[in-house]
């Protein structure tokens, strides 16, 4: 039925939206940033321990889509214990993936995102929390924010 | 449902007047006049269910844009010759049209905008600028469209008045008739409301609140972007002192729109924009301007949009406001009633006496991926905050998911609607 939406909800999505990993406050984090979408009411909020230059811990809490949801829950297993410059160099490469559907190097799962170019409308949604995660490492504690409110 | 008299019934919604009997009207017919409904979508027939962010246009509607552009086009009241005498009297015939539409008492009375938005703008910037003063209270709903905040946010600003809201009942959507005298306080100088929330269907019974804002001396202005070509819409039966709509919204162009004004209030309105058309006389330092409406249509008008709309409103009428009315609200009903018996789904707006739209929220399952899920299915929804977003503070959600009709949608259409919804659910786990 839904064969064309498989690719952009990848079974790996799916499941990240329904069980989350490492969906919880982080209270000894050192570093935190929101990332807020106000069309689609997406607000995440990405705690970071950062030890020196390495992501010791990683998690989020919010509520928002299904993808934006499962591509928060994907960047916290997949940046912890990244340097900073490893955070910045995944961010490069994930925006590269979901805008353009291919990236150079292995991103393990989180190329099940792969698919989100071909739903231009879904794109922020995806990349939502890497901007936040690179608010947050990079020590700017601050609201981004995907777009201005236009409907 | 079948028909009843306009009364309010006791979930306090309102009919939009379903008097006469549903004459015979062939809807299936009325569709081969919108070429655009005609086309696949995603390997899918469209189903067009956004109907409350604009409607389609029927061919009568693209045929007299075209018409125009092709044998009458020439600017308005300012040539001798005999393309712009054509072009004046079109646009001004389309000014007689909108106000029969609305029953004004004079076409005079009818200012041509670029939709509701400016319509509500133009009352806020230029009679609001003059009347409203520090202490005043501007008064609107929860329910209220930004289009009808904003301007009253900036007024209230500017001038040092303050805004009130009056509350709504919960999921349902509905005002509280009983509590609009303890909001009618001295000091509240305007009373702002939607007819038709475009988030929950809820009709509000504007006439009533009119009524009861005039006997206090209160000006009222209705958002009728949501009514107008959903019903009948009768100014002077509502009592209203202005009146915003869209054309776009019913089957008109985009861009363009009607902002009626009761004439003793527009006689006490200073100009909105200054320029060319809005003036008597300009010297170095001062200028005197038009009466109304020409007094607030600043520079060459849309021409085109007010043809278009003339051609709109002769083809609601024949079909006929009621019928649509009832047809809407049959759809509204049926769709409500079908998703009711769904599992796992949240429900917004009144249960009976609803407009042709459902707002909705499946469990687990985010508006826009409902949205982009149905949309590979050929299903046209909005999810969002649909420009509401107090409202959605105030029913504690961030968006929500929905579907608007209009007359040329079926109860086929829903039903295969309907099954997609179950087949969203079932896909994301449910
Ligand atoms: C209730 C209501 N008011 C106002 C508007 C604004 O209309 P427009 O954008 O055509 O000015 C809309 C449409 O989005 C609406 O639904």
């Known amino acids: 039925m839904f064969d064309d939406l498989t690719e952009l909800y990848h079974q790996l999505l799916l499941d990240h939206n329904k069980s989350p990993r490492n969906f919880r406050v982080l209270p000894d984090a050192n570093r935190i940033a929101q990332g807020t979408n106000p069309i689609c009411g997406d607000n995440y909020t990405i705690y970071a321990k950062m030890d020196g230059d390495v992501v010791q811990e990683l998690t989020f809490q919010g509520s928002g889509c299904a993808i934006s949801k499962a591509s928060a829950s994907l960047l916290t297993e997949s940046l912890k214990g990244k340097t ?68 | 449902m079948t028909d009843r008299a306009p009364a309010e019934n006791h979930a306090g919604g309102q009919r939009l007047t379903a008097m006469h009997p549903h004459q015979a009207v062939n809807w299936p017919a009325l569709r081969q006049d919108f070429p655009i409904l005609d086309q696949q979508v995603h390997g899918r027939p469209l189903i067009y269910f956004d109907n409350a962010a604009t409607s389609q246009k029927p061919r009568a509607v693209l045929d007299a844009l075209v018409h125009y552009y092709e044998r009458d086009n020439a600017n308005v009241h300012r040539g001798i010759h005999e393309l712009s005498n054509r072009a004046t009297a079109a646009f001004e015939a389309a000014r007689v049209r909108a106000a029969k539409f ?74 509280e008739p009983g509590r609009l005298d303890e909001f009618l306080t001295s000091d509240v100088k305007l009373l702002a409301m939607t007819h038709i929330s475009n988030s929950l269907g809820t009709i509000n019974p504007v006439a009533e609140y009119c009524e009861r804002a005039r006997r206090r001396g209160i000006v009222t202005l209705i ?18 002192d202005f009146l915003a709509l869209s054309a776009h919204k019913m089957c008109g162009p985009t861009g363009f729109g009607v902002l009626y004004g009761r004439g003793e209030r527009l006689a006490e309105t200073p100009p909105y924009q200054g320029g060319g058309e809005m003036i008597l006389s300009v010297d170095f330092q001062q200028s005197t301007w038009k009466p109304a409406p020409h007094r607030f249509e600043a520079g060459t008008p849309d021409i085109s949009g007010a043809i278009a709309l003339h051609a709109a409103m002769d083809y609601l009428d024949g079909i006929g406001r009621g019928n649509i009315a009832h047809h809407d609200q049959e759809l509204g009903a049926y769709a409500f009633e079908k998703l009711s018996a769904l599992p796992g789904i949240r429900l917004f707006g009144p249960t009976m006496g609803r407009a042709g739209l459902v707002s909705f929220l499946l469990d687990g399952v985010h508006a826009h991926d409902v949205v982009t899920v149905a949309d590979r299915s050929g299903v046209a929804l909005r999810g969002g905050h649909h420009c509401n977003q107090p409202l959605m503070k105030r029913l504690g959600v961030e968006s929500t998911a929905r579907a608007s009709f209009y007359f040329y949608n079926t109860t086929a259409e829903i039903d295969r609607f309907v099954e997609v919804i179950r087949e969203i659910q079932m896909f994301f786990g449910k």
């Open chain 2, 102 to 175: 609305l029953n004004a008492r004079s076409a005079d009375e009818i200012i041509f905008t670029r939709g509701t938005t400016e319509g509500i703008n133009l009352v806020a910037a230029a009679w609001g600028t003059k009347f409203i003063k520090r202490g005043n209270k501007i008064l609107l709903t929860e329910m209220e469209h930004h289009s009808n905040i904003v301007p009253w946010q900036l007024l209230a600003e500017r001038t040092g008045a303050q805004l009130a809201y009056l509350p709504i009942n919960g999921d349902r959507g509905l005002l």
């Open chain 1, 84 to 151: 900073r410059a490893e955070v910045k160099a995944m961010f490069d490469k994930v925006r590269d993936l979901i805008t353009t559907g291919h990236s150079d190097g292995d991103l393990g799962k989180v190329a099940a995102l792969s698919g989100v170019h071909k739903f231009p409308a879904r794109v922020k949604c995806a990349l939502l929390p890497w901007h936040a995660v690179a608010a947050a490492v990079e020590g700017r504690g601050e609201t981004v924010s995907t777009e201005s409110e236009k409907e």
């Open chain 2, 223 to 240: 958002d009728a972007a949501q009514s107008a070509g959903h019903g009948p819409l009768d100014v002077q039966q509502i009592g209203c």
